[in-house]
């Protein structure tokens, strides 16, 4: 009988990582533990997720781990607009933009060079990836392109009623995303690869009480790298300023920490000949960036009367137009190799240079 087997350094990360925030503000030594319990959190939530993963089954266990994180990134992008005012107009925007570009070429780029040269070439279920790159293409433009194009008001920002409808659009497309994954066309989100040598895939489910366990350890984890990214955020932003790069950045080096989870997990998939699995965490995690953040930072935007700056500048939505065209393309025909990966990273490596030299 399955039992309930968790290393202890699974569970004991998230609390001290909750322990360390407690001493955050002391500088020197703290920070060096803040970042070591940051990478400690990172692992145990990789870990715990996968725990429910298990559990439950695809697509199901991709999608907490996704809703999870984002639910959390959106309470910080929140707590951030609140604490900065109106200042913090383009906040939610960078933000999501910086997800985007380190999903779909930071972390697609890497699961499919890493897979491929590991297994030659990988396939996934096409219908699945096609459902989701679509719903991804309409959030992006609608949310960060059109902005710049509307005359109601000038300057990449909605209207009020625009903003609003915007907003309600970007909720219905994530939530009948989700409702495809889940309920109605479930298959087109499962794994179809080889999973003869993959272990972790044939081995035992774990126990109910060992899911519940994981799925707390789990949100007790990411609310500490959440909080612990945004404690180290000012010494991070120090750097960046003495090394004269942009406050750009900061926003960069921030996402990546809040997406550390997914990235291992889907890393960890690749390797392992998932590759659906590891799609299905990256997309999922990209629509729900936008999907789940776009409403509500409308939401209180519209509720304390503040400008929200969604619209990017000419560089940027170039370079999101690019990101989109190819991953359309390389993920178009249902298999992949290392070429497809090396073009997403090289499109993310452009991204992070023209970030640090505008």
Same mark, same amino acid.
């Given at each position: 009988?399955?039992?309930?087997?968790?290393?202890?350094?699974?569970?004991?990360?998230?609390?001290?990582?909750?322990?360390?925030?407690?001493?955050?503000?002391?500088? !020197?030594?703290?920070?060096?533990?803040?970042?070591?319990?940051?990478?400690?959190?990172?692992?145990?939530?990789?870990?715990?997720?996968?725990?429910?993963?298990?559990?439950?089954? %695809?697509?199901?266990?991709?999608?907490?781990?996704?809703?999870?994180?984002? =639910?959390? $990134?959106?309470?910080?992008?929140?707590?951030?607009?609140?604490?900065?005012?109106?200042?913090?107009?383009?906040?939610?925007?960078?933000?999501?933009?910086?997800?985007?570009?380190?999903?779909?070429?930071?972390?697609?780029?890497?699961?499919?060079?890493?897979?491929?040269?590991?297994?030659? $070439?990988?396939?996934?279920?096409?219908? !699945?990836?096609?459902?989701?790159?679509?719903?991804?293409?309409?959030?992006?433009?609608?949310?960060?392109?059109?902005?710049?194009?509307?005359?109601?008001?000038?300057?990449?920002?909605?209207?009020?009623?625009?903003?609003?409808?915007?907003?309600?659009?970007?909720?219905?497309?994530?939530?009948?995303?989700?409702?495809?994954?889940? =309920?109605?066309?479930?298959?087109?989100?499962?794994?179809?690869?080889?999973?003869?040598?993959?272990? %972790?895939?044939?081995?035992?489910?774990?126990?109910?009480?060992?899911?519940?366990?994981?799925?707390?350890?789990? =949100?007790?984890?990411?609310?500490?790298? =959440?909080?612990?990214?945004?404690?180290?955020?000012?010494?991070?932003?120090?750097?960046?300023?003495?090394? !004269?790069?942009?406050?750009?950045?900061?926003?960069?080096?921030?996402?990546?920490?809040?997406?550390?989870? %997914?990235?291992?997990?889907?890393?960890?998939?690749?390797?392992?000949?998932?590759?659906?699995?590891?799609?299905?965490?990256?997309? !999922?995690?990209?629509?729900?960036?936008?999907?789940?953040?776009?409403?509500?930072?409308?939401?209180?935007?519209?509720?304390?009367?503040?400008?929200?700056?969604?619209?990017?500048?000419?560089?940027?939505?170039?370079?999101?137009?690019?990101?989109?065209?190819?991953?359309?393309?390389?993920?178009?025909?249902?298999?992949?190799?290392?070429?497809?990966?090396?073009?997403?990273?090289?499109?993310?490596?452009?991204?992070?240079?023209?970030?640090?030299?505008?």
């Amino acid at each position: 009988m399955p039992r309930l087997a968790l290393p202890a350094w699974t569970w004991l990360s998230p609390p001290i990582g909750w322990l360390l925030l407690l001493a955050a503000g002391f500088g !020197g030594l703290v920070d060096l533990l803040l970042a070591a319990g940051l990478i400690a959190c990172v692992l145990a939530a990789v870990h715990h997720a996968e725990v429910v993963a298990h559990r439950i089954g %695809e697509p199901y266990g991709t999608l907490v781990l996704a809703v999870a994180v984002t =639910v959390i $990134e959106v309470a910080l992008i929140v707590s951030l607009m609140l604490s900065g005012g109106g200042e913090a107009a383009g906040l939610a925007r960078d933000t999501v933009f910086a997800a985007i570009m380190i999903i779909l070429n930071g972390l697609v780029g890497l699961c499919l060079l890493l897979g491929a040269a590991r297994h030659m $070439e990988q396939r996934f279920g096409q219908a !699945g990836v096609s459902a989701a790159l679509a719903t991804l293409a309409a959030l992006a433009v609608l949310t960060m392109v059109l902005p710049n194009y509307t005359t109601t008001t000038p300057g990449p920002v909605y209207s009020g009623s625009q903003l609003a409808f915007v907003g309600m659009v970007s909720l219905v497309l994530y939530g009948v995303f989700v409702l495809i994954q889940t =309920v109605r066309h479930r298959d087109y989100f499962l794994p179809s690869g080889s999973l003869a040598h993959d272990e %972790e895939a044939h081995a035992d489910p774990p126990t109910a009480t060992a899911a519940w366990v994981s799925l707390g350890l789990l =949100v007790m984890s990411l609310g500490a790298v =959440v909080l612990l990214a945004k404690s180290l955020a000012p010494t991070l932003e120090r750097a960046v300023l003495d090394a !004269g790069a942009p406050q750009a950045v900061v926003g960069v080096v921030i996402a990546a920490l809040v997406l550390a989870p %997914e990235s291992l997990a889907a890393v960890r998939a690749a390797r392992a000949d998932r590759l659906q699995t590891s799609l299905n965490l990256a997309l !999922g995690s990209a629509l729900a960036s936008i999907g789940l953040t776009i409403p509500v930072v409308a939401a209180v935007s519209l509720f304390m009367g503040w400008p929200l700056s969604l619209g990017l500048d000419a560089k940027s939505t170039v370079l999101l137009m690019l990101t989109l065209i190819v991953t359309t393309l390389s993920l178009g025909v249902g298999r992949t190799t290392v070429l497809q990966g090396v073009v997403h990273l090289v499109i993310f490596a452009v991204y992070l240079f023209t970030t640090v030299v505008p």
